[in-house]
């Protein structure tokens, strides 16, 4: 009875991490189901919350208010609804959370058991566009976007780290996770996606920190030099080594003649944020006025490029320029830092080997958006707005389901 009762949550929670990236709207529908699951269903859970899931869900829905205030000076009504929609999501994530709180589901074992099927799926779908669906193509895209799929696929290999850091699997499991890592970085290589790889000088030296106690020094050396040849190989990759190359001539050909490159282009958007925020530097000038503010530049010969794109390709520099110092502060507190220290608090504390894992891939998803927010406006984006939270509250409720079943076993 309890599986027939759980049985479309579970589904969900494993498709959902499966197709986000590679097959177009069926994230969005697996969320959209959820969410209505919770609204019809979740709300009687709300008693049965403890402070420290309240403060998250609580911190989402302060976060909505304050990055919306700007929109009294918003010009661009249409993108700004738009933009509010993407930012609505946090909020409504508390039924979602709610219904699996009620039905006691921990979903993070099911939501492991999808990221490593969905590496699988990465893999074969960057193969497929790269080499098989048109001859050779320059990057992979998945179903959207090649820095949605590049970054998700990182993501989803750092959150097979964490399995092999934590979890006591067999060896022919860790073998499995292991190869889901490598297939997943390799997907993430096929999609040329620069960004997704500044995520690892974070995570590697904090996963080595990590298991420093387990780690001797003949080990710590044998790591270190494996992973040097594995940064230096991928890099002689040509894929790889010509998006790298790529960089850094945009960025020189921008310090000289402000070409107008994908890189020069994003610091064209970066410089003009800046000046966007000052004229506003309180609540900023409108969640959905990046484009046309930029529009008011160029028409006075202050700005040249990329002025169709409307985001900053950058999460700090857009908030700080549409939503304000009250827009930034609130993100970094409400969104990035009360999190993390949410699943840090449950990391130094317990010793559960499924509560770590679900504490350090909790702390590696808000880690891994923070870096990725770096290049990409990634609030801006259905697909990272919902992997963000579909990650965020699957690893938090199943600490809180996992902590109960201990404690009753204890008392029992």
């Known amino acids: 009875m309890a599986l027939n009762k759980n049985l479309p949550v579970y589904s969900i929670v494993f498709l959902f991490p499966i197709v986000i990236a590679t097959v177009r709207d069926a994230g969005g529908l697996l969320y959209f189901l959820l969410f209505i699951f919770g609204v019809t269903l979740g709300w009687s859970a709300w008693q049965s919350l403890v402070a420290w899931e309240k403060r998250v869900l609580i911190s989402f829905c302060l976060f909505f208010i304050l990055v919306n205030l700007s929109f009294v000076n918003n010009h661009d009504m249409v993108y700004g609804m738009k933009k509010m929609e993407r930012y609505l999501h946090f909020p409504l994530v508390i039924p979602m959370y709610l219904l699996l709180k009620r039905y006691a589901v921990e979903t993070g074992k099911i939501y492991l058991l999808g990221v490593v099927v969905a590496s699988a799926v990465m893999f074969g779908q960057a193969l497929y566009q790269g080499y098989g669906e048109v001859g050779w193509r320059a990057r992979a895209i998945g179903a959207y976007h090649p820095i949605i799929l590049g970054d998700i696929s990182m993501l989803i290999a750092v959150i097979c780290v964490c399995a092999l850091l934590t979890l006591a699997l067999t060896w022919r499991i860790n073998l499995l996770v292991a190869l889901a890592?490598?297939?997943?970085?390799?997907?993430?290589?096929?999609?040329g996606s620069r960004g997704a790889w500044l995520l690892l000088p974070?995570?590697?030296?904090?996963?080595?920190?990590i298991k420093r106690k387990v780690i001797g020094?003949?080990?710590?050396?044998?790591?270190?030099?494996?992973?040097t040849l594995s940064i230096l190989g991928a890099l002689?990759?040509?894929?790889?080594?010509k998006r790298v190359q790529a960089a850094f001539?945009?960025?020189?050909?921008?310090?000289?003649?402000?070409?107008?490159?994908p890189v020069g282009i994003r610091l064209e958007m970066w410089r003009d944020s800046v000046r966007i925020w000052k004229e506003n530097p309180l609540i900023?000038?409108?969640?959905?006025?990046?484009?046309y503010d930029r529009k008011h530049f160029y028409n006075k010969g202050e700005s040249h490029k990329?002025?169709?794109?409307?985001?900053?390709?950058n999460i700090y520099l857009d908030v700080l320029a549409t939503s304000g110092l009250v827009g930034i502060i609130g993100m970094l507190l409400l969104v990035l830092i009360i999190p993390f220290?949410?699943?840090?608090?449950?990391?130094i504390r317990e010793t559960d080997p499924w509560i770590s894992f679900y504490a350090l891939s909790g702390m590696v998803t808000v880690v891994a958006f923070a870096v990725f927010g770096l290049t990409e406006t990634w609030l801006a984006r259905n697909a990272f707005v919902r992997t963000y939270l579909m990650s965020i509250i699957v690893f938090m409720s199943s600490i809180a389901i996992r902590k109960g079943i201990l404690n009753s076993e204890l008392r029992d």
Not at 202 to 209: G, L, R
Not at 341 to 347: A, E, I, L, N
Request: charge should be negative.
């Open 236 to 241: 002689s990759l040509d894929r790889v080594e």
């Open 306 to 313: 990329g002025i169709s794109y409307v985001h900053a390709h």
């Open 181 to 191: 890592a490598a297939l997943a970085i390799i997907a993430c290589v096929m999609s």
């Open 202 to 209: 974070f995570v590697v030296p904090w996963f080595i920190w």
């Open 217 to 227: 020094p003949t080990m710590f050396i044998v790591i270190i030099v494996v992973s």
């Open 249 to 261: 001539k945009e960025y020189q050909d921008y310090s000289q003649t402000s070409s107008a490159s």
């Open 341 to 347: 220290r949410t699943f840090y608090s449950f990391w």
């Open 284 to 291: 900023g000038t409108g969640v959905g006025d990046f484009k």
